[in-house]
């Protein structure tokens, strides 16, 4: 089994950064592609961004492009979202998610594994 360990969240005032990342154990070498979701009270969770473990396929929300870097450092088992510019629409709970195929997908049924959330707070 994968356990995922979302961390880094917190409170920030528009315009400030955050450093999420997420520590992977127990991963095998089919976990193959990662993203970050975020989900907003009464709505359904979305997909921010995504990348395959190889590096060959990213993929992000229009809303956070310029701003949002996902990166995944393979000796640590450790994918990273690093978010600039920070906009009260991007509060919420970010989820950290494992795939076990290669291709690159958003979907939250796609995903295998997912960590617990932490919590974004972007203050106006």
């Known amino acids: 089994q994968v356990q995922l360990v979302e961390s880094g969240g917190g409170l920030v005032q528009a315009g400030g950064s955050l450093r999420l990342s997420c520590v992977a154990s127990g991963r095998s070498s089919s976990d193959a592609a990662m993203g970050w979701f975020r989900q907003v009270p009464g709505k359904e969770r979305e997909p921010v961004a995504a990348m395959t473990r190889s590096g060959d396929s990213i993929w992000y929300a229009t809303s956070v492009w310029g701003r949002f870097t996902i990166s995944i450092d393979n000796a640590r088992n450790t994918v990273y979202l690093q978010m600039n510019s920070l906009k009260p629409e991007d509060t919420g709970v970010y989820y950290c998610?494992?795939?076990?195929?290669?291709?690159?997908?958003?979907?939250?049924?796609?995903?295998?594994?997912w960590g617990q959330g932490t919590q974004v707070t972007v203050s106006s």
């Open positions: 998610a494992a795939r076990g195929s290669s291709s690159l997908h958003i979907l939250t049924t796609a995903y295998d594994y």
